[in-house]
């Protein structure tokens, strides 16, 4: 009776303590997702920053972020998204790494005003990967002829069954460090003078919590509700917020939660959901980890 009485009273007569909206981004970046390969990205995690964010009572928001990267463009996106709605919003962010925050997590946990880590956290990777396979011995072997017309020289750029080219590798490479001074770029004007003064800081190495901590890439140790109690206060209460449900009630992958494992997320999907699983799991591999 009279927890439900104590519902009854308006929040802000209630003696509850401060509440702080709680997001939480997890999974491998990548623009598009399926029950197959769940994914983070600015379509996902859009909704539900924009619910944390206007949360009017609320001091700042806390994201939790647990990923080994991705796509830098959806990296960046989110990352945008946040510090849009902290200016907006007059909200402190307070970003929280579990297991990794590396590459594009690493991204977006710059958004976070302050950044804190567990000591066994990963984070850092600051730099940028390209990968693929190489089938064109495999053509001849099993006798398929690639044949492949284009309009324009370089239409078929880095196509996988055919010999690399020495002048394609380097577009590539030109490529990547144009997004890596991006990459750079950020991570100096969030972290500003908290960095250290070590070669290897944009070398794309990863660290441990601890050690990120020395290096100015985390403002420190801790848990979330540990954090949030003790600035606000013990009666602090942690309001996660759900991502929207889709059409069947699964809620939205990437965003709070994660659906099962390997063999639900297969289901019919044949060797493309394998193909895709694969992938997701070479990125958290990088970092000694299993998606």
């Not at 007059?90 to 950044?115: C, R």
């Not at 990968?131 to 750029?157: D, M, S």
């Not at 403002?219 to 929207?244: C, F, H, N, Q, V």
């Amino acid at each position: 009776m009279a927890g439900i009485l104590k519902r009854l009273v308006p929040r802000r007569f209630r003696n509850e303590g401060v509440a702080i909206p709680v997001v939480r981004l997890q999974g491998a970046i990548m623009a598009n997702g399926s029950q197959f390969r769940p994914a983070l990205n600015l379509a996902s995690a859009a909704p539900v920053l924009e619910k944390a964010f206007g949360d009017k009572k609320a001091p700042a928001v806390a994201i939790s972020i647990n990923s080994p990267g991705g796509s830098p463009v959806q990296s960046r996106l989110i990352f945008q998204r946040i510090r849009d709605l902290a200016a907006e919003k007059g909200k402190h962010v307070l970003v929280f790494v579990e297991d990794v925050a590396a590459s594009g997590g690493y991204m977006i946990a710059l958004a976070g005003d302050e950044i804190f880590a567990d000591p066994t956290s990963i984070v850092g990777s600051i730099g940028v990967v390209s990968g693929g396979f190489g089938f064109p011995e495999l053509l001849k072997k099993i006798g398929v002829e690639r044949r492949v017309y284009t309009a324009g020289t370089n239409k078929a750029i880095l196509d996988p069954f055919q010999p690399e080219r020495e002048n394609e590798i380097e577009y590539l490479k030109s490529l990547q460090l144009e997004i890596h001074q991006v990459f750079i770029d950020m991570v100096k004007a969030r972290r500003g003078g908290k960095l250290a003064d070590d070669p290897d800081l944009f070398s794309g190495l990863f660290w441990t919590g601890t050690r990120g901590r020395a290096l100015g890439l985390v403002d420190g140790l801790s848990d979330m509700r540990t954090e949030l109690k003790r600035r606000y206060g013990p009666k602090t209460r942690l309001e996660l917020i759900s991502a929207p449900k889709g059409l069947f009630g699964r809620r939205m992958p990437g965003v709070g939660g994660l659906s099962g494992g390997m063999a639900e997320r297969i289901g019919s999907g044949g060797v493309s959901a394998v193909a895709d699983l694969a992938e997701e799991k070479a990125l958290w591999g990088r970092f000694g980890l299993s998606g």
